[in-house]
């Protein structure tokens, strides 16, 4: 079975500052794709960022990166410049491709920018 | 584009009551799921179905039903609430091929307790 593992519970960052985001998962597949997705307040869930297991290059969206180490199994996310609007629960997810219909999600992590 | 609509937002039940939650999507995507939220559990997949008419469990089915009669529409029914169905219910969808495979759109969530 796959699982998704993020180790930090909660954490905080002062606004304008770097926060990475931890998160292991474990599967036997070679094939997947990687996910984080992000849940204000508001409890809408958005898509941050998505990787494929078999592109090398780390994805960026604007300030948001993730360092992908296929072989550690390991899925960080970086928010560089964090900002109010960052505040939310930041949530890690796989699933394998192709065919894989099952999203695995972590349980989360809750991020506070502070002013 | 609407995207993908859920009703009710909030619905408060007796234990032993029956409801329905409905899920609409306007994106034409052929994969549908269901997912509950809980503090400190993520988001665990209940029913999903990968086209119209077909459906299937997830992680947690037991208590809950399904329907995809139509490809936009997927129903979730509780027969008989619990109290332990108390949850934030999230429905979703995506395409199953092209560089939005697996990209989940949700839903704004539905507040469901059971007394």
């Known amino acids: 079975a796959q699982t998704v593992t993020q180790s930090q519970p909660e954490m905080s960052v002062q606004e304008a500052e770097t926060v990475t985001l931890s998160c292991t998962y474990d599967?036997?597949?070679?094939?997947?794709?990687l996910f984080w997705y992000k849940q204000p307040p508001s409890r809408q869930m958005i898509l941050v960022i998505r990787?494929?297991?078999?592109?090398?290059q780390n994805a960026t969206e604007n300030r948001f990166s993730v360092n992908f180490q296929k072989a550690a199994k390991s899925f960080s996310l970086k928010i560089s410049d964090s900002q109010l609007g960052d505040t939310a629960m930041y949530f890690c997810a796989f699933v394998t491709n192709p065919g894989g219909y099952q999203l695995t999600f972590g349980k989360g992590t809750k991020l506070s920018v502070i002013p | 584009n609407a995207g993908v609509t859920q009703t009710p937002k909030f619905r408060v039940l007796k234990t032993g009551q029956s409801m329905t939650l409905l899920c609409a999507q306007d994106?034409?995507?052929?994969?549908m799921y269901w997912y509950r939220q809980d503090p400190g559990m993520g988001l665990r997949l209940i029913h999903y179905?990968?086209?119209?008419?077909?459906?299937a469990k997830g992680e947690v089915p037991d208590g809950y039903n399904v329907s995809r009669l139509k490809k936009q529409n997927f129903l979730l029914g509780l027969e008989s609430a619990a109290p332990s169905q108390t949850s934030v219910y999230f429905c979703a969808s995506s395409y199953w091929r092209g560089s939005g495979a697996n990209v989940l759109t949700f839903g704004a969530g539905s507040r469901l307790t059971v007394l």
């Open positions: 990787q494929e297991a078999y592109k090398q």
């Open positions: 179905s990968v086209g119209e008419g077909t459906t």
């Open positions: 994106m034409n995507h052929e994969y």
């Open positions: 599967t036997s597949e070679n094939n997947y794709y």
